[in-house]
C-alpha cells in the first residue's frame, strides 16, 4: 500500500522506522524505514492490527514480512520477555502509544463484560 491505493477505510501503513538494538534482534539493526507488510502470513492493515497480531501470537516465531522482500524472524517468547528491558534501555516509556493503550483497555473491558454475562447466562440456565 505505500505505493499504491488503500485497499480498505481503516488500512494504514505501518512502518519499522528503526530497529533498537537489543539482544533478542541481532542481525535486524539495519532495517529502516520498511513497511510491515505481514505478520506470520496475516496482513496488517494498521498499528492496532499488528499491536493485536503480536499480543495474542502463540506461534514459536514472529515472522515479520516487510516491504522489498525483508523478513524478520524473532522467537516469540524470547521477543516478548525482552521488551521491558529494550524500553527501559533506550528510555521509552511504553510499548505502544496512549491512543493504542486506551484501545487495548477498551478490548479487555469489551472481553471481560461478555465473560461476566456469559456467566450470567449459564448461571440463569443451571439455576
Request: with cysteine.
Amino acid at each position: 500500500m505505500m505505493h499504491a491505493m488503500a485497499d480498505e477505510p481503516e488500512q494504514q501503513v505501518v512502518l519499522l522506522s528503526q530497529v533498537l538494538a537489543a539482544e533478542v534482534n541481532i542481525g535486524y539493526e539495519e532495517f529502516l524505514n520498511t513497511q510491515v507488510k505481514t505478520l506470520n502470513g496475516v496482513k496488517v492493515r494498521n498499528m492496532t492490527d499488528l499491536m493485536r497480531l503480536v499480543d495474542e501470537c502463540t506461534d514459536e516465531y514472529l515472522h515479520f514480512d516487510l516491504d522489498y522482500n525483508q523478513k524478520v524472524a524473532l522467537a516469540t517468547a524470547h521477543a516478548k520477555a525482552a521488551t521491558k528491558e529494550i524500553l527501559q534501555m533506550h528510555c521509552i516509556a511504553s510499548d505502544r502509544s496512549p491512543d493504542l493503550q486506551q484501545q487495548q483497555q477498551q478490548q479487555e473491558e469489551k472481553e471481560q463484560q461478555a465473560g461476566q454475562q456469559q456467566q450470567g447466562r449459564a448461571a440463569a440456565e443451571n439455576g
